[in-house]
């Protein structure tokens, strides 16, 4: 029982670090590397709520206003010169979450912040108690999961980004605002990664580095998803169960990088991953 | 015809000069790396040591992407194993000068080795630039965390230290250190500038033309990996002897991107810029870092950033702007010249048809795009294949140089079914593909291109660019016709949209192909340039008895020169006759005029 | 004035701090971690190293002549840790190295600090068994630091232990050496786990804790994000078994608020220890850098020790010449916050222990003190 809820919390917990980036893999083709540091930028904005006194729930809108208009910013100034150089725009977002992980670092400096719980305390279900913001997390997964279904299948931004991921050239040609769907589309994705920071921070420490170790994962797992979310949360689910499976019965060393590994050998199987789910 | 075409400088004399040069600056480096430790205090012998072992990992980084397109973050990993291997032989082994020596070869071996199986994960048909990335992040990241995993047998965390390396001092290790540097700079000048190293560019420019000029493109990145994977681990031996300790953060990814900001900062493609730019950031950062680490690393960050939109190829592209002109503005020096060769390969007569066609079927899940094709096609015919748009016409080239592409049917080449092929596999049974919108290798100049068309028929040279191009006569006679032997030292970016049509013609004659197709060859032409192609393509069926498939939507052009005629309709052969037969018959006027009663 | 000189001057003070011209100082070179993972902590051992300077300066300097600190990054690793040194030994040409740093950047330093044949007085704790002529550690070793958490929590009845870590040389080295102690004292290792420096996933290793009958569980992590991360998910999941942690600092501890709470630690500092001689220090402390002080530590503690130490090697020496001082630094001693202390066994130093117990508001009470603890068998060649 555990084991199952291990999995499937793991999955979410997964799913949730890795729907910005996939947001923005998806619609834009451009890896955004400094993923990580929106993470980070969220966390602090948790820290600020703190700081200020304010009920620590508030830092998830915080976070996803902060994240949006960050990643607007991005996309005008770095990220739009570079749709025609995917390679170049890894590269400039790695740099960006350079500088936006020193900047973070002066101001507020190398230390492990502290945050307050958004939940604390266990859950009692068949005989074992389990954490209950895991079990949150998974419900927050699933909200951002039919949140994107419906912000694709239901709104004219999402069908606009389909357009687009279908055939970008055609869309312009349907005079589509091509330009500003990618703007839209990359502050949505920064927003989340954003919020996703914030949710994290029961987790993990809050530090300027903390972002750079969920980097490698969510890219994987993007990577295997391709631009479905229905995708990703399969991807999820698999990778996610086989790292925790892989940490209970053979190492959590293994476990560790089980998700990297699995998803590159998967790439190298089926060039298209998951995209087909 | 004229063996020797008219040149305005001894193309000789230009390679001697740049040889001269090259010899000029290897010595002088050389003189500074050797002499050097005398003028330097030991803190700045000691830093440059190092960074001149970067170096040579910047130089691996630049040729895997700055020439050939490869972004790595790999190559921290081979350097670490290569450092590890030394530094874990001589610790739990033992130090002699034979112990250094068997470490020297694993340390080269080992990364090697690895290299082709990453080579191997990373490079395949189909394969994708970003997954190639993604692996070469992934392995420094497996790499590492075994490291970390294996105890007293690799140190873990704290690394390796302690054991006994080659017996040189400080001064030593710079002078060892910059001769490596040296050496591999000057073969990496060399290499980048022959008739091989031309073939890096190639495929970073136009790896799909590559294939189809029968090049085994992951064949040769998968050598390249595994070569630079064992400079890397010569690099890595030389920085655990001279440092006396390895640490995990050796080979981690975090180091792979810095080599990949160094040589972005220096300037890749360039070889010179990224040892300049890993010398002196190295340098710089180890005499300003200690006292402001954080904002170091942030204007370094920001500078990456900056100089990746705005100056994608760096500091040393900028300063060769300034200097110098650029390459393709002034034909300073003529081409090489040309040779006429009377052709060499697939002159095997064949038995039955060239291309045989059987049920050929291609299909989108539910819906065929072709259906039931059957067609063969003799040495010298030259046959149209036309049709209205979403026939299937594209379609059907596709299947016919790449065995995976059809759904069903038998596609036999020479006899031979291409089932499964990949296109240099086919290019290599007579076959040459000319594409739709030119195919052809922007930054390389008209006789590069030409010679990346014979490179897979004859090796091309390590060490020289050769001054002798040989071609196919009707090769030759194409360029002569359209006037690119004129411009054979001109960039194919300033080409114009016809000249650019007849190189990649040009190109796929000298491949000295049985069989050639093309999609659409006179698309965009003018009157002039389109009656010159007919001529070009008569001769080559008429009287050098080649097949040729032709993709056109100009029938009056097809009528001037075709053989025979095949007509699709709606992924359907429903008409393959003579000329004759064929336009007077009432289904391609119904066709034609748009009606769809067939 | 000619310009050079006036700048040359103007530089020579400022370095100097103005007290005394800088010709003549001792120099006293601090590569530490103010990036990368230790950078945390590094503030701390800054701080307290300036203390100690600026308290011997005020007090005539040694044989006359100020000390002055040239700090220097090494990132925490091995690669900066080189530079550093490089820097510090042949640029700066420091007369002594004192410093807190991981093990990778020890280990790095090494070689150079043979090489430049300087003294090296390392100040952190760490996992053991570093020797070489010119290394003195006035910090604790596993043998030190183990035996008094474990045999604490066999008083309190535990016999099942649990061992966490993370998987580096210190973690699985603490952990090692916490099992065979724990098996040779009767207890029973029910599991042993370790996660990658940079995991943060402890879900499993939790949820296999959970599952192992454990009476106490015993952890090692690499300070700063993963002790906050892996106490963060303990508590998320519901452990409240004895929890002893071999490498939280009091400051972390702070940084997360109510969830560390009851976690036990040994140290030879805490800042409760009640002596008159660390009362002295944390005044001195607050009244030099007020709202700056970086909470005084078990890192930063021995760095105010070592720099004591090096003055009375020099002194007794009668020079700063490396062999000299190095000759006489094991027979030195300095009663400090953590009383006194001599590096005098094989290169290491026996030393009073604490044992520790985090409140809700971040602090440590010591709940048990442990006299002169031997560190055993470090380098017996030396």
């Not at chain 2, 899940?365 to 299937?392: M, R, W, Y």
């Not at chain 2, 052009?557 to 429903?574: A, E, K, P, W, Y």
């Not at chain 3, 099942?160 to 029973?188: H, P, Q």
């Not at chain 3, 001195?284 to 003055?311: C, H, I, W």
Request: charged residues 15%; aromatic residues 8%; proline residues 4%.
């Amino acid at each position: 029982m555990t084991l199952l809820l291990d999995i499937v919390t793991t999955a979410a917990i997964l799913f949730i670090v890795s729907a910005g980036l996939l947001a923005i893999f998806g619609v834009l083709e451009i890896v955004n590397f400094a993923h990580g540091a929106w993470l980070t930028v969220g966390a602090y904005c948790a820290v600020v709520t703190g700081g200020l006194g304010l009920n620590p729930w508030l830092a998830l809108p915080l976070a996803f206003v902060t994240g949006a208009v960050l990643g607007g910013v991005t996309e005008r100034l770095i990220v739009r010169p570079l749709y025609a150089r995917p390679l170049d725009a890894i590269l400039a977002t790695w740099g960006l979450g350079i500088v936006i992980g020193q900047l973070i670092t002066l101001w507020f400096g190398r230390d492990v912040q502290f945050t307050e719980n958004l939940l604390s305390g266990t859950f009692h279900m068949f005989g074992t108690s389990y954490s209950i913001y895991r079990i949150f997390a998974l419900a927050a997964a699933v909200a951002i999961g039919l949140g994107f279904a419906f912000l694709l299948e239901g709104t004219r931004l999402g069908l606009s980004a389909r357009a687009i991921i279908m055939n970008e050239a055609l869309a312009r040609a349907l005079g589509l605002d091509t330009t500003r769907v990618r703007l839209v589309t990359f502050m949505i994705g920064t927003g989340l990664t954003a919020l996703a920071g914030v949710l994290l921070t029961p987790l993990t420490s809050v530090d300027p580095t903390m972002g750079v170790s969920w980097l490698i994962g969510s890219f994987m797992l993007v990577m295997v998803a391709g631009s479905s979310f229905g995708a990703l949360a399969v991807a999820c689910l698999v990778f996610g169960g086989a790292q925790v499976l892989v940490s209970t019965f053979i190492s959590p060393i293994l476990g560790g990088i089980t998700v990297a590994v699995l998803c590159a050998l998967v790439l190298r199987i089926s060039s298209k991953g998951f995209a087909r789910v | 015809m004229s063996d020797t075409l008219a040149t305005s400088l001894p193309r000789s004399a230009a390679v001697r000069r740049r040889a001269a040069i090259l010899g000029v600056l290897a010595v002088a480096a050389l003189a500074l790396v050797i002499f050097g430790p005398m003028f330097l205090d030991r803190f700045s012998v000691n830093v440059l040591t190092r960074s001149m072992i970067y170096a040579i990992l910047a130089i691996t980084v630049d040729l895997l992407w700055g020439f050939t397109g490869i972004l790595t973050f790999g190559q921290a990993a081979f350097f670490g194993i290569g450092a590890y291997a030394t530094a874990m032989l001589l610790t739990h082994i033992g130090s002699s000068p034979t112990l250094i020596g068997v470490a020297l070869v694993l340390a080269i071996l080992v990364p090697v080795v690895l290299g082709v199986i990453v080579g191997w994960l990373s490079f395949y048909y189909g394969s994708t630039p970003i997954y190639a990335t993604v692996i070469s992040l992934v392995f420094p990241i497996v790499v590492t965390q075994l490291i970390y995993s294996g105890g007293t047998l690799t140190g873990s965390s704290s690394g390796m230290v302690g054991y006994f390396g080659l017996p040189f001092g400080l001064e030593g290790f710079f002078r060892l250190s910059g001769i490596s540097l040296v050496i591999v700079a000057v073969g990496a000048l060399i290499f980048v500038r022959s008739d091989s190293g031309r073939i890096l560019t190639a495929i970073r420019d136009n790896e799909t033309r590559c294939a189809y000029l029968g090049l085994n493109t992951q064949r040769i990145k998968i050598l390249l990996t595994a070569v630079l994977a064992g400079v890397a681990g010569l690099a890595g031996f030389l920085y655990a002897n001279a440092s006396g300790v390895v640490a995990p953060e050796n080979t981690s990814f975090v180091f792979g991107t810095e080599l990949v900001v160094w040589t972005a900062l220096g300037g890749r493609g360039t070889v010179l810029g990224p040892v300049l730019g890993t010398i002196g950031i190295d340098y710089l950062s180890a005499n300003l870092s200690g006292e402001l680490p954080f904002l170091w690393q942030l204007i370094i960050g920001a500078l990456f950033v900056v100089m990746i939109i705005f100056l994608p190829n760096g500091l040393a592209a900028l300063v060769s702007r300034l200097t110098r002109r650029g390459r393709g503005e002034v034909v300073a020096e003529a081409g090489p010249v040309l040779v006429p060769e009377a052709p060499l390969h697939h002159m095997t007569a064949v038995d039955g048809p060239l291309l045989s066609i059987d049920k050929l079927e291609k299909s989108y899940g539910s819906q065929k795009v072709l259906e039931d094709i059957t067609l063969d096609v003799a040495p010298g015919e030259l046959v149209s294949l036309v049709g209205p748009n979403g026939a299937g016409k594209t379609t059907m080239m596709r299947c016919l140089t790449d065995g995976k592409e059809s759904s069903g049917g038998v596609i036999r080449i020479a006899g031979q079914n291409i089932a499964g092929m990949v296109p240099n596999q086919i290019v290599a049974l007579g076959v040459g593909r000319k594409f739709q919108v030119a195919s052809v290798f922007e930054s390389l100049t008209v006789s590069e291109c030409l010679r990346m068309a014979r490179a897979a028929l004859e090796a091309p040279s390590f060490v020289s660019a050769s001054d002798k191009l040989r071609l196919p006569s009707a090769a030759i006679e194409i360029l002569q016709l359209t006037g690119l032997d004129k411009l054979l030292s001109t960039e194919v970016s300033l080409l114009s949209h016809g000249q650019k049509q007849s190189l990649e013609l040009a190109m796929v004659v000298a491949l000295e192909p049985r069989m050639i197709l093309l999609d659409e060859p006179t698309a965009g032409l003018t009157k002039a340039e389109r009656t010159t192609i007919g001529t070009i393509l008569k001769k080559l069926t008429n009287e050098l008895g080649f097949a040729a498939i032709l993709v056109e939507h100009d029938l009056d052009f097809v009528r001037d020169i075709s053989s025979r005629i095949v007509v699709l309709h709606q992924g359907r052969l429903v008409l393959d006759g003579s000329v004759d037969e064929v336009v007077n018959s009432d289904i391609v006027k119904t066709i034609y005029s748009g009606g769809e009663h067939v | 004035m000619k310009i050079p000189s006036l700048l040359a001057t103007m530089t020579s003070v400022m370095l100097a701090g103005g007290a005394f011209a800088a010709d003549d100082a001792i120099r006293i070179g601090v590569p530490v971690g103010l990036s990368g993972a230790n950078s945390v902590v590094a503030p701390s051992v800054v701080q307290s190293a300036e203390l100690a300077v600026e308290e011997i300066n005020a007090a005539g300097g040694v044989l006359g002549r100020p000390l002055e600190l040239v700090i220097a990054d090494d990132a925490s690793g091995a690669a900066g840790a080189q530079k550093a040194f490089d820097s510090l030994v042949f640029q700066k040409e420091v007369d002594v190295l004192i410093s807190m740093e991981t093990s990778a950047a020890r280990n790095a330093g090494l070689p150079i600090v043979s090489k430049g044949k300087v003294p090296y007085i390392y100040t952190s704790f760490y996992e053991g068994r570093s020797c070489n002529p010119y290394l003195f550690v006035d910090a604790w070793v596993p043998e030190q630091q183990v035996p008094p958490i474990v045999d604490y929590l066999k008083a309190e009845g535990a016999k099942k232990y649990f061992l966490i870590g993370s998987d580096y040389a210190f973690g699985r080295g603490m952990l090692e050496f916490a099992r065979s102690y724990v098996e040779s004292t009767g207890g029973e290792v029910v599991g042993e786990e370790y996660l990658p420096m940079d995991g943060t996933d402890w879900t499993a290793i939790i949820s296999k804790l959970k599952a192992s009958g454990a009476e106490a569980m015993i952890t090692s992590t690499a300070g700063g994000a993963p002790n906050v991360t892996l106490t963060k998910q303990l508590r998320g999941a519901g452990v409240d078994l004895p929890y002893a942690n071999l490498a939280v600092d009091e400051g972390t501890a702070k940084s997360m608020g109510a969830d560390a709470a009851g976690i036990l630690i040994s140290a030879s500092y805490v800042t409760g220890i009640d002596s008159a001689e660390n009362k002295a220090f944390l005044d001195a402390m607050t009244a030099k850098f007020g709202d700056e002080l970086r909470t005084p530590n078990d890192l930063s503690v021995p760095q105010y020790e070592a720099v004591y130490l090096y003055k009375a090697a020099v002194e007794k020496a009668g020079s700063t010449d490396a062999k000299a001082v190095l000759d006489v630094l094991d027979e030195v001693s300095f009663t400090g916050p953590r009383g006194s202390i001599q590096m005098s066994k094989q290169h290491h130093a026996p030393l009073t222990m604490y044992l520790g117990q985090v409140q809700e508001d971040g602090s440590v009470v010591v709940v048990e003190t442990f006299k002169d603890v031997d560190p055993g068998e470090q380098c017996p060649k030396l």
